[in-house]
């Protein structure tokens, strides 16, 4: 699960599926490529106001 509590956003992606379209990518980088696929205009400055996208671990049973 992805949430962004500065846009609002919450998705969810199948784990297979989005392996099998972008191939072995670490969680970060990957967050970075969903956010961009999604439209967000705030993933190019690293400094401020940047993506909020973050992976939400408790809704996904990890914490």
């Known amino acids: 699960m992805l949430v962004c509590h500065q846009c609002g956003m919450r998705r969810r992606y199948d784990a297979d599926a989005m392996q099998a379209k972008v191939g ?16 967000c205009e ?5 400094y401020y106001d ?7 671990v408790q809704a996904m049973g990890l914490g």
């Open 24 to 39: 072995d990518v670490c969680l970060p980088s990957l967050r970075l490529r969903i956010a961009a696929a999604e439209g």
């Open 50 to 56: 940047r993506c909020g996208l973050a992976y939400d």
């Open 42 to 46: 705030k993933i190019g400055n690293p």
